[in-house]
């Protein structure tokens, strides 16, 4: 086929085509699809021709859609019309119209509300229910008019107030009778319901009466709404009933709670006491009858029965002990659940209960944990002395009890309130965390010694630890916490170790943990101390990992002890007066031990982490180092030694053979730097040909063996020094020596078909030759416009664009080639 176009133009074009065909194909879909639906709306196609042609696509908005339906349209319609009468009855009543005055526009208003109210009727028995709510409604707002106009008329000099708690409760009654002779009007009664919350607050209020006694009136209306929502039929009535019951009794409870915090005494808190007890009856009372509703409704009785109790408690006790006054009204709450009570209202008061229980532990939780962080702030003091005592914090005196007093209940609770609904192993693992903060904030009372604080705070770290490890082996607390009895497993599945630790054991790791930093901070401000307290924490943590079953458990409680033991060589170190550089010398023994231990223990999965905690000691050991260059180098020899160690065994070899390759190369740098080599090539050189060697017999053996383990420490060890001495030398010699070697060895590389000299050689080589030439660079590019950069950056963006494919293409085939040399 002959074609006068190339074959990319032709392919665009060709694309082009198709793209307007789809387009086309879809708008005829679309306009099929808006046919068949109207011709089955008009019943002239039947449903085997809506399909005979393919599927039929969603029509998009023509301007011909069908019009709005009838009914909808109608309630638009008259819910405008209704609008707008309102807004005229109101601008005809208060503001004037004519030559009327109040009077004559008073007497008008009530002819129209008659009329506006004896019109449902009529509608009704022809059937325009929606017709009659509309006007109903407008005769609703009119009887308000009425009312207004009604006192601007005949009864100007009433209180206003007065008068609007009088009209509201005359209205009220009013649509209520309306609404029950009308029963077909659905709005008259829930209107009704709404102007009944006004007539006895309003009336509290123009009357001038005391806070507390518009909160009983507040109540009362709450009481008639909670009946009216327990007991009316219609679901409108019933649904704004309970919402005016939120409202007024909500008000009504923040009131009495305001006005029972502000009593300063027992005398003035008993009124606002008896508020909330009689509000929280109202509530419990509607938690008795609606079952559906009963948790919430009995979980806010029960705060208003612990408010109304604390309350008096407040005026009675120190301020200390005002939070666990209240807290000792929540422990009695929780007897109450003993007494037969539906369920519902059970687990309202248990909600109620354990609110109150959540805000007094977040009030006195951050006293504990600062005492326990507290010893942190003295790390820049190492070895400073002893303190004599440890002062408390403000506010931990009230903190205490309080965390005891929660520890206790969330111990006690399972066992002696089994009826309630608790999540067993949540409330398990919380007890143990209050009990450990309790145990750290009684450790800080300023009467104990410093060395009665250490030995008290490293006992709860041991029975933290204990806790661990006993709920592993599920002979402590196993039922409470969730963890499954090892005696109750199947006998096969019991001799296997279990793979973690159940919520008790972990909570009680994290616990000995976070316990054990802060001892450990702490023991540093004395010398026998430090190691006391490190020689302790170490030898409990290795028992705890021997004994711990839970592979969680043992591996963190290993790692501790690794920790531990870590800072004891350190404390040694400094003890003997050696300078940082050589305390990181003798740091490196941690690693080499953990190495020692992980390959007896290869079989364990505590192996592993033990090795990497020793790992991190070894890094810290190298940071120490840093400083002073020789001893770097020996540390990052020493260093090497470990990892090849490592690498002896099968499992470690690839990661440990790279790492103890890096760290020889790396020590060989720092050496030769701190030397002040200029000519790393004689040190370097004689490393290389033996490591090329060994590569060379690795090979023969085993040809499959990649060339970046036989020849890529041998080749890096005389490229990069030697690179780096290049680009600090001013002399031609040396950069033109390792060019001719790169550029050889990267020719062998390519003709041999190995990857690593190819590539070793070729970064050489190409960073060699950056060097000679940037100084000839940076002239030309001086010397050049300063807007021809952009303008080449941009042609060659344009280019690569223009060729991306190929491109791609070509990046393809180098990363295979590279892929299939060794």
């Not at 508020?275 to 929280?280: I, Q, S, Y």
């Not at 962080?373 to 790390?379: T, V």
């Not at 007066?577 to 003798?586: E, T």
């Not at 020996?634 to 030694?641: D, F, I, N, T, W």
């Amino acid at each position: 086929m002959n074609n006068a176009l190339p074959p990319a133009d032709e392919l665009r074009l060709i694309d082009g085509e198709l793209a307007q065909l789809d387009a086309r194909r879809a708008q005829l879909l679309n306009r099929r699809a808006w046919l068949v639906h109207t011709l089955q709306a008009l019943g002239t196609l039947g449903a085997g021709q809506a399909g005979a042609h393919g599927p039929a696509w969603p029509a998009e908005p023509a301007p011909w859609a069908a019009p709005a339906s009838g009914p909808s349209a109608q309630n638009v319609l008259l819910t405008l019309g209704g609008i707008l009468l309102t807004i005229a009855a109101i601008a005809f009543t208060v503001v004037s119209w004519g030559h009327l005055g109040i009077g004559g526009r008073s007497v008008v208003l009530g002819l129209v509300t008659a009329a506006a109210l004896a019109t449902p009727v009529l509608l009704l028995r022809r059937g325009l229910t929606a017709t009659a709510e509309a006007v109903a409604v407008l005769g609703l707002v009119l009887t308000v008019l009425d009312a207004y106009a009604l006192r601007r008329a005949a009864l100007p000099d009433t209180d206003a107030v007065r008068y609007a708690a009088v009209a509201a409760g005359v209205l009220a009654a009013v649509w209520s009778g309306y609404g029950l002779l009308l029963r077909r009007l659905r709005t008259p009664l829930p209107v009704a319901v709404v102007a009944a919350q006004l007539p006895l607050p309003l009336w509290a209020l123009g009357t001038d009466a005391s806070l507390a006694a518009t909160v009983w009136a507040t109540l009362a209306t709450a009481a008639f709404d909670v009946a009216l929502a327990l007991m009316a039929k219609p679901v409108a009535v019933r649904a704004t009933a309970a919402t005016g019951a939120v409202l007024t009794g909500g008000w009504s409870l923040l009131a009495a709670g305001w006005l029972s915090l502000m009593a300063d005494s027992p005398a003035l808190a008993l009124e606002p006491g008896l508020l909330l007890l009689a509000a929280g009856g109202l509530a419990l009372g509607a938690a008795w009858r609606e079952p559906s509703t009963a948790p919430v409704t009995a979980a806010v009785a029960g705060l208003a029965g612990v408010a109304a109790a604390g309350g008096v408690v407040r005026t009675m006790v120190p301020a200390s002990w005002v939070v666990p006054g209240f807290l000792l009204c929540a422990v009695a709450l929780l007897a109450v659940v003993r007494i037969p009570v539906p369920r519902g209202v059970r687990t309202g008061f248990c909600v109620a209960s354990g609110l109150v229980h959540a805000m007094a532990t977040v009030l006195a939780l951050p006293f504990a944990l600062l005492t326990a962080a507290r010893p942190l702030s003295g790390i820049g003091s190492v070895w400073s002395g002893a303190p004599t005592s440890e002062t408390a914090l403000p506010g931990l005196s009230t903190a205490l009890p309080i965390l005891v007093m929660v520890a206790v209940v969330l111990w006690a609770a399972p066992r002696l309130l089994p009826a309630l609904p608790l999540p067993r192993a949540a409330v398990t693992c919380a007890a143990l965390v209050l009990t450990c903060c309790a145990g750290f904030a009684l450790t800080a009372h300023p009467s104990l010694p410093y060395g009665g604080t250490l030995a008290l705070r490293v006992l709860l770290v041991t029975a933290m630890l204990t806790v661990a490890v006993l709920a592993d082996r599920g002979s402590f607390g196993a039922g409470r916490a969730g963890v499954v009895p090892v005696a109750g497993r199947p006998a096969t599945e019991a001799a296997a170790p279990p793979r973690a630790g159940g919520p008790l054991a972990l909570t009680g790791l994290v616990c000995a943990v976070a316990g054990a930093l802060s001892v450990a901070a702490l023991s540093l401000a004395s010398r026998p101390a430090t190691f006391t307290v490190l020689a302790v924490l170490g030898v409990v943590s290795a028992v705890a990992a021997v004994a711990s079953r839970g592979v969680a458990p043992a591996a963190v409680t290993a790692c501790a002890a690794v920790v531990w033991g870590a800072g004891l060589v350190g404390a040694t170190a400094a003890s003997a007066g050696l300078p940082a550089r050589q305390a990181g010398l003798a740091l490196l023994a941690v690693p080499a031990a953990t190495a020692l231990l992980a390959a007896r223990l290869r079989p364990h999965p505590v192996a592993l982490p033990v090795e990497l905690t020793g790992a991190a000691a070894g890094l810290v050991a190298l940071g120490l180092a840093v400083p002073h260059a020789p001893t770097l180098a020996l540390a990052l020899a020493l260093a090497g030694v470990i990892a090849a160690g490592t690498a002896l065994r099968a499992d470690r070899r690839p990661f440990a053979g790279y790492a103890a390759v890096v760290l020889f190369v790396v020590a060989t740098w720092v050496r030769l730097a701190a030397s002040d080599v200029s000519a790393p090539e004689a040190y370097t050189i004689p490393v290389t040909v033996p490591a090329l060697a060994v590569g060379l017999l690795r090979r023969r053996r085993d040809p499959e063996a990649s060339s970046w383990t036989a020849y890529g420490a041998g080749l890096a060890a005389t490229l990069v020094p030697s690179l780096i001495a290049a680009w600090g030398d001013v002399h031609w010699l040396r950069p033109l020596l390792l060019g001719v070697a790169a550029l050889a060895l990267t020719l062998a590389g390519a003709r041999l078909r190995l990857q690593a000299p190819m590539v070793l050689g070729g970064l050489a080589l190409g960073l060699d030759a950056l060097h000679e030439l940037a100084p000839y660079v940076v002239q030309v590019v001086g010397a050049l416009p300063r807007w021809l950069p952009p303008a080449v950056a941009g042609l060659l963006l344009l280019a690569v664009g223009a060729t991306y494919e190929r491109r791609l293409h070509d990046a393809r085939r180098l990363r295979e080639t590279l892929s299939r040399m060794r």
